[in-house]
């Protein structure tokens, strides 16, 4: 079955730097673009980030160009979001989702099916 497990959130210091990763299985992940979400507290869950099958294509929100990267290593069906200067309002659960399509669907939670579990990036001194 699809599956997506992320990994790689913990507590930073402003200014700093994470690497997450979201592992996938169960399906063609080389045929398959990837997308990034996060939920801050009593926030709706926001796409932030999303790349296409064959990396030619990548999308970010305003908030965070400049600052993260997302990138693939389809040899080993990982999908990675670097995020650097990290600020208070990156605080939220990541979380990686897909459509199983080739191409970016969209940046609304209700256009993707399967999502991991998330992994928490908390941005405090």
């Known amino acids: 079955q699809v599956q997506l497990v992320e990994s ?67 040899a080993n069906d990982k999908v990675y979001l670097q995020m650097n200067s990290l600020n208070a309002e990156d605080t939220a659960v990541y979380y990686c989702a897909t459509a199983l399509r080739p191409l970016c669907t969209g940046r609304f939670r209700e256009e993707y099916d399967y999502w991991g579990q998330g992994t928490q990036v908390t941005v405090s001194s």
């Open 8 to 74: 790689g959130g913990g507590l930073v210091p402003p200014g700093g730097s994470l690497r997450l990763s979201c592992t996938a299985s169960g399906f063609s992940f080389d045929n398959t673009a990837i997308a990034w979400f996060r939920q801050a507290p009593g926030k709706e869950r926001e796409g932030v980030s999303c790349i296409t099958r064959d990396s030619l294509t990548t999308y970010y929100i305003n908030s965070i160009k400049g600052r993260f990267t997302i990138s693939r290593d389809n």
